[in-house]
């Protein structure tokens, strides 16, 4: 049998552990009783330092109530009497320089009456000097950033545990932050009491001021529960929630403390006689401000109740409703001016029967005609004869105007539409006019009146008339007709079948020209027989009846006309008077032109008979070479050149212009348009 080896002889046998489950169970619950215990203690105390912050705020305003009480109904004179006197207490214990120089005054004053006068005066203004120097001083430390408390602190601490004053090192780290110099502090401890006096007194009396800056922050930071979270509204805004009302009266009085707190203890005499008033004074102001507001909110909130409730009878009975709404309110007068005003926002907006002037002024009438019983079982009355038109002062006149404001405003929308839907035809006509091709005249002309009918401007589309077919001919019309005037070959017959436009603008220049070549010595039809008889010279007898109806005889005699024409034009642009010279001068010039027929560049050459020789030349009659087309040297005209006789001659043998070319292909489009509009 062994045995215990030594290490184990002392320590015996140990004890085989099971997991024990009851105990496990057992410890959760008392840890879990631990935990709500706690939780019931904090909640305890949270409770009871809420209850003690009302008690305190309670107690405070009792005694802020007693002591308002008691400095209003305290004579002023008397209240300033106390104070000279505690602040005469103060200065006698002053510092011994000042207590010196009293005493040695007050031994001077005691030679003489007006030496003790003069002692007085002196004393008296030394006294007012450290006042004022304390007021100034406070005014300094108010732009440091230092409370009345924190002054005083540095004042009255022991300058031996300077050194090691935690809260010392804090206002002194402050005033130097701000920017104030290292005497600052030295200047709060040795002031003597008449300065400090000034001091605290400035301070105090300022206090108010910032106290009344800070309210509006206070209204409108974040609520807070007793443990510090946020409710999430501001205590403005909680101000008009009854729910709150115990928080709202919390938090106001720890701003109120803390706010106290800066400037001294609740016992402090200076914060009693200066800062409490100053507080109380803000405080009732505010409470005015928010009973006045509180009671316009009411009043606000009545009326929009009793303009649902107007409403709400009026859109399920109609005027019968509102006659019951006003018969059974107690308010008779203030109920019809109700019903009154409501109908007439009505109007205004819109609302009042289905928004038409019609229905509303159907409204207006059967509201006139509502009968209104005075007496209980006598007779009625309109609405209209006791409050409208009947009465002394008509209360349904601002409805009657919103109404017919209404139909105004409609009529004008109407107007405006309509406007809008015109000048929408305008523009629609406009743009699609001016995409067509080949524009007839007649369709502008029928748009335009139109528009004109229903009152639109057509200044747009009068533009168009000239991008017409017609208005395209007549431009090119008026081109072609302007050269023949500033070459003088303007007569009355290219004025026939032109349009109306380029007759009128044209004719008094025919008529001016045919009036100034009729003052010439020679007629013109002298002047026409002399060109025919040298055309007819420069043609043999024989070739001129051909050429004559091959039509190249023609179109030179009335080209040679022209020229003659043209010639005259010109001489009298550049002459002063009339001359016969000129007449002279026109027939040279053009009879020296046939008289050269036979060279090839004159305008009149002749193409001769092919001669016995074969030499070149005509295998015909003789003809005059540029007026015959297909010659070599034919020159196609610009335009018109048909001369009188031509005319006759086309007129009775119309197949004459299929054997040659008499207008220019120009000319030729133009004449084929107004075939197409049927003008001659």
Do not use: C
């Amino acid at each position: 049998m062994s045995k215990f080896k030594g290490y184990a002889q002392s320590t015996g046998f140990k004890n085989i552990q099971i997991p024990d489950t009851s105990k496990r169970i057992l410890d959760e619950g008392n840890l879990t009783l631990t935990r709500m215990k706690e939780v019931f203690r904090i909640e305890q105390e949270n409770a009871e330092t809420y209850i003690r912050a009302l008690q305190d705020k309670y107690r405070m305003e009792g005694e802020q109530r007693d002591k308002v009480f008691k400095l209003e109904t305290e004579n002023l004179g008397a209240v300033r009497s106390a104070m000279v006197r505690n602040a005469q207490t103060i200065n006698d214990n002053a510092n011994i320089k000042t207590q010196q120089v009293k005493q040695t005054f007050d031994a001077l004053a005691s030679l003489a009456p007006i030496a003790a006068e003069t002692s007085k005066k002196i004393s008296q203004k030394i006294y007012d000097s450290q006042v004022k120097s304390g007021e100034l001083f406070a005014a300094e430390l108010s732009m440091y950033g230092i409370s009345m408390a924190e002054a005083e602190y540095v004042k009255n601490m022991d300058r031996a545990f300077i050194a090691n004053d935690s809260k010392y090192k804090a206002i002194e780290d402050k005033l130097l932050a701000s920017g104030a110099g290292n005497n600052v502090i030295e200047r709060i401890r040795s002031m003597n009491s008449s300065t400090f006096y000034g001091l605290k007194k400035t301070m105090l009396v300022n206090a108010g001021d910032q106290y009344a800056e800070l309210l509006p922050q206070w209204e409108a930071a974040d609520l807070r529960n007793v443990d510090g979270t946020s409710v999430g509204i501001s205590l403005g805004e909680a101000r008009l929630i009854k729910q709150y009302d115990n928080l709202v009266v919390a938090q106001d009085a720890r701003n109120k403390s803390r706010f106290i707190s800066d400037y001294g203890g609740a016992d402090d005499k200076f914060v009693k006689a200066y800062l409490y008033p100053a507080i109380e004074s803000v405080d009732r102001h505010e409470a005015r401000q928010r009973g006045a507001q509180r009671a316009k909110q009411l009043k606000d909130e009545r009326n929009i109740q009793e303009t649902q409730d107007i409403a709400t009878a009026f859109k399920h009975r109609g005027v019968p409703g509102l006659m019951d709404y006003m018969a059974n309110h107690p308010l008779k007068k203030k109920a019809r001016q109700g019903v009154i005003s409501t109908l007439t926002q009505m109007a205004k907006s819109g609302t009042l029967g289905d928004g038409t002037p019609d229905s509303q002024l159907t409204v207006l009438r059967a509201l006139r005609r509502a009968q209104v019983y005075l007496n209980p079982g006598g007779p009625g009355k309109s609405f209209d004869d006791l409050y409208g038109k009947g009465s002394k002062l008509d209360e349904l006149a601002e409805l009657e105007d919103a109404i017919k404001d209404k139909y105004k405003s409609e009529v004008r929308d109407i107007s405006f539409l309509q406007k809008q839907h015109i000048q929408k035809q305008s523009d629609d006509s406009y743009k699609y006019l001016q995409s067509v091709d080949q524009l007839p005249r007649q369709v502008v002309m029928e748009t335009i009146e139109k528009l004109k009918r229903v009152g639109a401007d057509t200044s747009r589309h009068a533009s168009l008339l000239s991008t017409t077919v017609e208005g395209q001919m007549e431009q090119a019309e008026a081109v072609w007709l302007q050269g023949l005037a500033d070459a003088g070959e303007l007569q009355s017959q290219h004025l026939q079948g032109v349009f109306g436009i380029n007759r009128k603008k044209f004719q008094p220049m025919v008529d001016a020209w045919e009036a100034q070549l009729g003052e010439l010595p020679i007629p013109d039809k002298d002047i026409r027989a002399t060109f025919r008889d040298q055309l007819m010279g420069a043609l043999n007898e024989q070739s001129y009846e051909k050429a004559k109806g091959d039509g190249t005889f023609n179109l030179a005699l009335a080209d040679a006309h022209n020229m003659y024409k043209a010639f005259l034009k010109e001489e009298f642009q550049q002459a002063t008077g009339l001359s016969p010279d000129i007449q002279r001068k026109a027939l040279d010039y053009v009879s020296g032109h046939i008289r050269n027929y036979e060279n090839p560049t004159s305008k009149f050459y002749v193409r001769p008979q092919l001669g016995d020789d074969n030499t070149e030349g005509s295998k015909g009659p003789a003809y005059f070479a540029k007026y015959r087309q297909g010659d070599s040297l034919y020159e196609e005209p610009d335009a018109v050149i048909i001369g009188s006789d031509e005319r006759l001659k086309l007129t009775n043998n119309p197949e004459l212009l299929q054997k040659g070319k008499y207008i220019s292909d120009s000319f030729l489009g133009l004449i084929k348009q107004k075939i197409k509009r049927g003008q001659p």
